[in-house]
C-alpha cells in the first residue's frame, strides 16, 4: 500500500507569536519553523504502517516556499521515502492545497492519504475534508488509532465524549488527530542519509491549479491578557466569586 | 567531510529538542535517583549520539571536530550527567583506536562503539598517579601470548558499564616516565579484573566513576593498541587533547544555560517594584556571564575548526579547556548569586548546576596542568 503524507511548515510550535504592527498577520522574520505537528504524528503513522509490514512506500508531499524543503527533509530523515516539492511563495489557502493534493493523488496513486486534522498556524482544519471531497474518497477525520483490516481501513475517531470506530473502504483520507502516537526523532544517521533522498521539484502550474485566494483576513489580533487572579478562603467564597463573574449560574 | 548547512542544522535541531522535551524535564530526578533512565540511554541509541566522532565506515557519524562541539553546545543545556552517558564512547574511550588503533580493532570495536552496544572507558588514572601521569604503575608484562595485568585504575569514568578499557600500563618497567607505558584495549569481562563501588560525589549524580581493579588478568596479546609497545601515553595524551575541545564545548554549553535561566529569571523576579534584570548591579553579572560564555565559544569553535584544517592546537585546546572549566565555575557561581535564596536550594536546579561544573577544572588535566601546558609551549615557541 503506497501512502501519501502532506506535511506543511508553520511556525514553531514553542514559539511565542506575535501579531504584526498593522494586525495583517503575525511575525515571519527570523522566526524558527518547523514541521506542523500535527504532520509530524501523520508521518509517524505511515512509518509505523511500513514498518508493520502494511505499507510499502511513503511519498511526502508539501506546498509552500524553498525553505518549505527542510521540512520534506526532516519527514524523509524520519523514514519517508521521497518527497515532492510543490513550490509556491504564494498564501496557500486550505481549497488550493486540497486540489493540488488531489492532482498529486492522481499522479501518485496512492491507498492512502494522512493528512494533519490540522496545521497550528492558521487551524483552518479543512484541507483533509477537501481533498477527501474533491477525490470523492471516504474519510476518516480526527483519528487515534489506524488499523488496515483486510482490503479496509478501520479508523478510531476522536468525537465528543468518545470514541467512534468506522471501517473505510481505500483509497481513503484520514486526518490525523493529538493521540494517533508519539511522532520519533529523526536520528542523526538518517538526517544524514536523507539528504540522498529524492525530492521532485513541481508548481502549482503543473497541476493547473488557480491560487488565487477566495478568504481575505480582516483582521489579526493577541489573544486578551489575563487580568491577576485573587486567593479565597473557603469553597463558598469560591462559589461566590464564580457567580459574580457570570462564570456559573 | 563536513555536513552542508542545512543538515548539520537538522541534526542541531534534533538536539535540541531532544534536550528540551526528553533531557531537561528529568534533571531533577536522574540526580535523585543517581541514575539516568534506561529508556533515555535507549533515545541516545537511537538518535545515533554515541557515534558522532566514529568515522562513517564504521556506522557512527564521522562529524568534524566543530561539528562535535557544536553538538556539545546543545547536550551541555542540561545536567552534564547524560553528556557522560556518551561521553567516553564519542570522547576518550574511543578515540584511542580510532587513531592509533590497528584494522582489525577498529573493526571489532568502532561499529559496536558507535551505537552504543557496548561501552568504552578510559583507565589512566591511579591512586599514586593523577597529574603525573606518566608515573602510572600498573604493569602489562608479556607472558607467551598474553599480557598480564596488575594494579589499580582510579575514578574511571563509566566502569560500571564498561564493556572494554582502552587501558595504559607499564609494558617496560625499567623504563620510567611515559616511555615504558603501552595503550591496551582490554574486554571488561574477563577474570582477574573488578570493578569497585561508584564513588559518592560532589555533583553529576546519574554519571558514575569507580576503581578498576587487575589482579593477575590475562589477555591475549592481540590487545595491545596498534603494533608497537611504548606508544601507550602518546596515545593518551593525544586522546585527552581531543577531549580537551569536547569538554570545553560541554562548558560553555552548560554556561549558556545557565545565562538563559538567569535572565529569565532576572527579567521575572522582582523586588524593589521592579524586575531585578533592571538593576545595574544585577545587569553586570548576567554582562560578564554573556562576554565570558561567548569568548569560550569563540576559542572553542576556532580551535576546532583550525584542527579540523589539520593545525597542531596543543597550545590552544589546553587555552579552551583551562578558560572553559574557569569560566563555566565563575558564570554558575554568578547564576546562583542571581537567583539569591533560590539559587542556593535545591528546587530551582542552579545549585546542581554549580557542583556539577566543578569536575570540569579537574578531570582530563586539572587548571594547573593545562597552565603548565601552555606556559610551556609559550616559552618554547620564543626561545631560540
Ligand atoms: C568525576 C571524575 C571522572 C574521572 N574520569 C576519569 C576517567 O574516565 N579516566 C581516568 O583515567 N581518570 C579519570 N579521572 C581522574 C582525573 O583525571 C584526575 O583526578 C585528575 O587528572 C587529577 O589527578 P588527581 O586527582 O590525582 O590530582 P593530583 O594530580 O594529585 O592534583 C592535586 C592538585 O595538585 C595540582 N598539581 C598537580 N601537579 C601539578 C603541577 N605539575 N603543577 C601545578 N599544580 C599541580 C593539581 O592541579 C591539583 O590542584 C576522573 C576524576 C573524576 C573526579
Redesign the pocket.
Known amino acids: 500500500m503506497k501512502v501519501l503524507v502532506p506535511v506543511k511548515r508553520v511556525i514553531d510550535y514553542n514559539v511565542k507569536v506575535r501579531v504584526k504592527a498593522d494586525q495583517s498577520g503575525v511575525e515571519l522574520a527570523n522566526v524558527k519553523m518547523s514541521m506542523n505537528p500535527f504532520d509530524e504524528i501523520s508521518v509517524e503513522e505511515a512509518i509505523r504502517l511500513k514498518e508493520a509490514g502494511t505499507a510499502t512506500e511513503i511519498v511526502v508531499v508539501t506546498v509552500g516556499p524553498q525553505q518549505a524543503q527542510e521540512t520534506l527533509r526532516t519527514a524523509l530523515a524520519m523514514g519517508a521515502d521521497r518527497g515532492i516539492h510543490v513550490k509556491t511563495d504564494a498564501e496557500v489557502e486550505p481549497l488550493a492545497v486540497a486540489k493540488i493534493l488531489k492532482a498529486v493523488a492522481g499522479e501518485e496513486s496512492p491507498e492512502l492519504i494522512i493528512v494533519g486534522k490540522q496545521a497550528i498556524d492558521d487551524d483552518s482544519n479543512q484541507t483533509g475534508q477537501m481533498l477527501s471531497a474533491l477525490l470523492g474518497w471516504p474519510q476518516g477525520t480526527f483519528a487515534s488509532k489506524v488499523e488496515k483490516d483486510g482490503d479496509k481501513l478501520n479508523v478510531t475517531r476522536e468525537i465528543d465524549g468518545g470514541l467512534q470506530t468506522i471501517k473505510l473502504n481505500l483509497p481513503a483520507v484520514v486526518t490525523s488527530d493529538l493521540r494517533l502516537n508519539e511522532p520519533r526523532y529523526a536520528s542523526l544517521p538518517n538526517i544524514m542519509k536523507a539528504k540522498k533522498k529524492p525530492i521532485d521539484a513541481k508548481t502549482p502550474e503543473d497541476y493547473s491549479v488557480d491560487l488565487t485566494p477566495r478568504l481575505q483576513v480582516q483582521k489579526v489580533t493577541e489573544p486578551a491578557e489575563r487580568q491577576a487572579g485573587i486567593k479565597v478562603e473557603t469553597a463558598a467564597e469560591l462559589v461566590a466569586k464564580l457567580k459574580e463573574a457570570g462564570v456559573i449560574g | 567531510m563536513a555536513l552542508d548547512l542545512e543538515t548539520r542544522d537538522q541534526l542541531l535541531s534534533t538536539i535540541r529538542r531532544f534536550v528540551e522535551e526528553r533531557l531537561i524535564p528529568l534533571e531533577a530526578q536522574v540526580s535523585e535517583n543517581d541514575e539516568v533512565p534506561a529508556e533515555i540511554v535507549q533515545e541516545m541509541r537511537e538518535l545515533g549520539l554515541f557515534g558522532i566522532s566514529i568515522p562513517v565506515e564504521y556506522g557512527g557519524l564521522g562529524l568534524t571536530m566543530e561539528e562535535e562541539c557544536l553538538v556539545l553546545f546543545e547536550l551541555g543545556r542540561t545536567s552534564p550527567a547524560f553528556r557522560s552517558v556518551i561521553g567516553?564512547n564519542v570522547g576518550?574511550g574511543s578515540q584511542g583506536i580510532v587513531m592509533d588503533g590497528r584494522q582489525d580493532q577498529k573493526d571489532e570495536w568502532l561499529p559496536k562503539l558507535a551505537t552504543g552496544e557496548a561501552i568504552a572507558?578510559?583507565?589512566?588514572?591511579e591512586p599514586e598517579?593523577?597529574?603525573?601521569?606518566a608515573s602510572l604503575r600498573t604493569t602489562a608484562i608479556r607472558d607467551g601470548d598474553d599480557y598480564i595485568i596488575n594494579g589499580t585504575?582510579?575514578?574511571?569514568?563509566?566502569?560500571t558499564k564498561a564493556s572494554m578499557f582502552t587501558l595504559m600500563a607499564r609494558t617496560d618497567p625499567d623504563t620510567p616516565g611515559g616511555k615504558g607505558v603501552s595503550a591496551f584495549i582490554c574486554p571488561a569481562d574477563i577474570p582477574g579484573i573488578t570493578i569497585g563501588k561508584p564513588?559518592k560525589?560532589m555533583g553529576?549524580q546519574g554519571?558514575h566513576?569507580s576503581d578498576v581493579i587487575f589482579e593477575d588478568a590475562r589477555i591475549p596479546a592481540s590487545c595491545l593498541l596498534g603494533d608497537v609497545e611504548g606508544k601507550g601515553f602518546i596515545t593518551a595524551m593525544k586522546v585527552l587533547e581531543r577531549g580537551r575541545l569536547h569538554i570545553s564545548a560541554v562548558c560553555a554549553g552548560v554556561a549558556d544555560r545557565l545565562l538563559e535561566e538567569s535572565g529569565r529569571y532576572a527579567a521575572e523576579r522582582k523586588q524593589f517594584g521592579a524586575p531585578i534584570g533592571n538593576l545595574q548591579l544585577v545587569q553586570a553579572m548576567l554582562a560578564d556571564m554573556k562576554t565570558e560564555h561567548y569568548a569560550a565559544r569563540c576559542m572553542v569553535l576556532d580551535a576546532a575548526r583550525r584542527r579540523d584544517a589539520g593545525e597542531d592546537v596543543a597550545t590552544e585546546s589546553s587555552c579552551c579547556k583551562y578558560f572553559a572549566s574557569e569560566m563555566v565555575g565563575r558564570v554558575a557561581d554568578k547564576a546562583v548569586q542571581i537567583f539569591g535564596g533560590a539559587g542556593y536550594v535545591a528546587d530551582y536546579g542552579i545549585e546542581r548546576f554549580y557542583r556539577d561544573v566543578r569536575?570540569f577544572r579537574?578531570?582530563?588535566?586539572?587548571?594547573?596542568?593545562q597552565?603548565?601546558i601552555i606556559g610551556r609551549n609559550v616559552v618554547k615557541e620564543y626561545a631560540e
Open positions: 567516553t576518550i572507558s578510559f583507565a589512566l588514572t598517579a593523577g597529574s603525573d601521569a585504575k582510579r575514578f574511571i569514568t563509566n566502569a564513588e560525589k553529576q554519571a566513576i569536575i579537574i578531570y582530563e588535566g586539572t587548571s594547573q596542568v597552565q603548565v
